[in-house]
């Protein structure tokens, strides 16, 4: 479903993503894990064809840049953005005119959704007055609401209620049963160690270790920490030099 293959973005000198490649099938709840700066917001821009980069991403099939792939993908930035003057209800109807969905059982599930965040009392409130974890409901329910086969989930649980992240994280296993492919990222490693299939770690711009989780059945009971502290853990101890690195003046790595 996504494919991302040596995906390169730099920032005058300094690389934020460098030749990342990875891919996650339908059904897959796939998590790009990495400390703030690792480049995960990057990357993700450049899956939406909101950045040029160099490399090559395909959704479904499709280039990211068509807008056969653009349809069938969902995106929730890691800040919400609603439309400050509009209610909550109207963005649904936004959303459904803007995509020309079917009304009536896109509001229905519009309304199924909104129960389900307890957003249903707030239909007619303004958005911005709600709060951040309000907002990012709403950011939610519209990216849902066309039904993507892809979705893409920026940092969705900072800012959240406990119960809203159990919501949303239920939310997400149900997609994954319907077969949407889920990309999460996030540099919370705790916030989906139940849920992922396969972890991507990006350290520096780079991934620097890929695992899906069946590789681990049967041989231990592999914790997401775990993975991930091993594969960062030489990095993390000054083993690359951060600048040069990132700029590209050294290549340790020989890539
Ligand atoms: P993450 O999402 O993992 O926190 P980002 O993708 O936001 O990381 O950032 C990766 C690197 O790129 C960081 O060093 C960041 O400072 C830099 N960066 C991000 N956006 C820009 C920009 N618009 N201009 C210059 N540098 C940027």
Redesign the pocket.
Known sequence: MLVVSKLT?K??K?Y??REVSFSLEKGEIGV?L????????????CILGLLRFEGEITIGGFSNKTSDAKRIIGYVP?MPAPYELLTVGEHFEFIIRAYKLDYESSMEYAEELMQRFQLTEKRDSLAKNLSKGMQQKISIICALLPRPQMLLL??PLVGLDPYAIKQIKALILELKEQGTAILV?T?MIDSVEGIWDKAFI?MK?RIVASHAKEDFRGVWQESLERIFFAATESIANGDWDDDED?TGDSDKRGT
């Not at 990495?34 to 821009?45: D, F, Q, R, W």
Request: aromatic fraction near 4%; avoid cysteine.
């Open positions: 973005k920032y005058g300094m934020a993503n790009l990495g400390p703030n700066g690792a480049g995960k917001s990057t990357a993700i821009k890691e920026d940092e990222s540099h990006l711009g990132r």
